[in-house]
Nanobody, 115 residues
Framework: QVQLVESGGGLVQAGGSLRLSCAASVSIFSITTMGWYRQAPGKQRELVAS???????NYSDSAKGRFTISRDYAKNTWILQMNSLKPEDTVTYYC?????????WGQGTQVTVSS
């Protein structure tokens, strides 16, 4: 069982930056893939960025060049650094991971970008 706790959402002006963190209850060495996703009301959850245990990263087209995913092994945490934020980035962000053949999700954190 893996528990995930997100932090770092909030309100920012367009062009600003936010840093989202996801703390896992287990060592991230045991996590196959970790990532950030977002979901608007009434829509499917979609990938923003992910990173595998081997270090391979994957970004959505809207995240490329603006967002960076990284890991902090000492804190069992992965981070999404979001720069050049746009009003259309306003949505709830979820961290997620796959470990032991199962998927796990955080509770979600709201990001609001004002124009």
């Amino acid at each position: 069982q893996v528990q995930l706790v997100e932090s770092g959402g909030g309100l920012v002006q367009a062009g600003g930056s936010l840093r989202l963190s996801c703390a896992a209850s287990v060592s991230i060495f045991s996590i196959t893939t970790m990532g950030w996703y977002r979901q608007a009301p009434g829509k499917q959850r979609e990938l923003v960025a992910s990173i595998t245990i081997g270090g391979s990263t994957n970004y959505s087209d809207s995240a490329k060049g603006r967002f960076t995913i990284s890991r902090d092994y000492a804190k069992n945490t992965w981070i999404l650094q979001m720069n050049s934020l746009k009003p259309e980035d306003t949505v709830t962000y979820y961290c997620g991971c796959r470990a032991g053949g199962r998927n796990y999700w955080g509770q979600g954190t709201q990001v609001t970008v004002s124009s």
